[in-house]
């Protein structure tokens, strides 16, 4: 048999059997781009979500340690003297630029003490979970005592999966803490 021939049989048994279109389908590169990205889009973008979202968490926490520092200097330098609650968060409210709802999120709790020794503050999650912000005071402050400020605000996660969350309701507690003793003002 010559080769010719041989190599007609051969290309009639290959496509009688399929295997030319195997060959074929096999070298085929069409789609697979858009197969490959089917299966890397999801992880790739919850990935990118997270990777942003700690980011905001962790700028945000250094907004409100911002926020606690020059608050504290207020009370530390005697001219928040005469200010109440209200107008304390206020002035609190105006370091914090837009970055979340001061106003009704960000709890102040400002307690004094005779000594650092003395200082015993309250857990503010209960054993649910849960913010509890009851024991929270507004006390005014005298020339050399010492003073405790705490911020406390619930920034809501939305890629929860990732175990940002510390608290039920998927939120991270944010608490910044400033203690100090005063001037002699």
Known sequence: MSKHCRDQLIGRTKRRFGMGAVRRLARQEDGSAAVEFGLVAMPFLALMFAIIET?????????????????????????????????????VCEKIYGLFDCQSGVHVDVQTFSSFANVDLKNPVDEDGKLDTSGFKYAQSKAEEIVVVRLIYQWPIAVAMLGLSNMAGNNRLMMATAAFRNEPF
């Open 55 to 91: 980011a905001l968490v962790f700028f945000a926490g250094q907004v409100l340690e911002t926020a606690a520092a020059d608050s504290a200097r207020l009370i530390m330098t005697g001219q928040a003297q005469g200010l109440n609650k209200d107008t304390f968060k206020e002035k």
